[in-house]
């Protein structure tokens, strides 16, 4: 029985990090869809064209959003959804009213 | 402020990456300089439609495959031949754009007359906004990726942190995602609103 026990802490031990790893990473590579492989692919690449400091900001930004509830994380998807749903004018109009509205914080 | 230090600051400033501080000294320098204030709405309308932009037409696979089969024929057929004289060296580069536009005109005409590539399916009429501008179809924003080869290890950063890159577009707005609603509310004219009364909560 205790040695059960050990063998299953052990085992807890050896897993705890990558499950830590997966919670501040997400997914691992081999675990996306080819469309999600492609997309992270091509977004990777602009990445690398970015300035050190912006891809900085990317990473850290990235690091707000994984620490969401999964149910914030949705919203925020639901919310992207509807802003790349806004024809150009409407957009453009969203955009004056997010730099009035930072501007005011 | 001067101009160039506005400039350099804008491009930020759409993307509502720039620091309080600084968006106040660039607002300030706006509010002055009309040449700035032009070059500011250009760089949001740029950035806005760069945005919408899709990234390539799609094409058919019988369509791809045809203009390639003729272009490789093309180039057999004039490889065969020995080069008489030193004109006719530069006969392969117009054969291949013959043969490329030949395919492509067939192509289109195809499409014109039955309204779409057979084999392959079918592509809706972009819609048209308000403004008369164009929107592609959702289908026409994906790459052609036939053309293109994933690396076959992604590389250390991306297989690190996958979700960072398949997710990046969100993540580039954070902000403004995260404040959506409140944002919404917000007026142009009068001072913003926020559905609790509550100052909106920092972001970073």
């Known amino acids: 029985m205790k040695r059960r026990a050990a063998i299953a802490l052990v085992l807890l031990a050896l897993a705890a990090p990558a499950v830590r790893a997966q919670e501040r990473h997400g997914r691992p590579w081999q675990e996306l869809t080819p469309e999600e492989q492609w997309r992270a692919w091509e977004n990777y690449q602009r990445y690398q064209q970015l300035p050190e400091q912006r891809q900085k900001n990317l990473e850290r930004r990235y690091q707000q959003f994984r620490d969401m509830p999964p149910q914030e994380r949705q919203r925020l998807r639901q919310n992207y959804d509807t802003y790349r749903g806004l024809p150009p004018r409407q957009r453009q109009e969203f955009i004056d009213k997010y730099h009035r509205w930072k501007g005011r914080r | ?204």
């Open chain 2, 1 to 204: 402020m001067r101009c160039q230090r506005a400039r350099k600051w804008m491009t930020a400033a759409v993307d509502g990456e720039l620091s309080p501080r600084r968006r106040r000294a660039l607002d300030g320098h706006l509010a002055a300089c009309a040449a700035c204030r032009r070059e500011l709405a250009v760089t949001e309308r740029m950035l806005t439609a760069l945005e919408g932009l899709p990234m390539e037409a799609a094409v058919s696979a019988r369509l791809e495959q045809a203009t390639l089969r003729r272009v490789r024929l093309a180039a057999a057929d004039e490889g065969e031949r020995a080069p008489a004289s030193r004109w006719t060296r530069w006969l392969p580069l117009p054969a291949f754009a013959l043969a490329t536009a030949a395919v492509l005109v067939l192509a289109i005409g195809i499409v014109r007359r039955t309204g779409g590539v057979p084999g392959a399916p079918a592509v809706r009429a972009p819609r048209v906004d308000a403004r008369g501008v164009a929107q592609a179809p959702p289908s026409l924003l994906r790459p052609p990726r036939r053309f293109a080869k994933l690396p076959a290890e992604p590389p250390a950063k991306l297989a690190e942190a996958p979700d960072l890159f398949v997710d990046m577009s969100i993540i580039r707005n954070l902000d403004k995602l995260t404040h959506f609603e409140a944002i919404q509310t917000t007026t142009l004219d009068d001072e913003p609103a926020t559905p609790d009364g509550l100052e909106p909560p920092s972001n970073g």
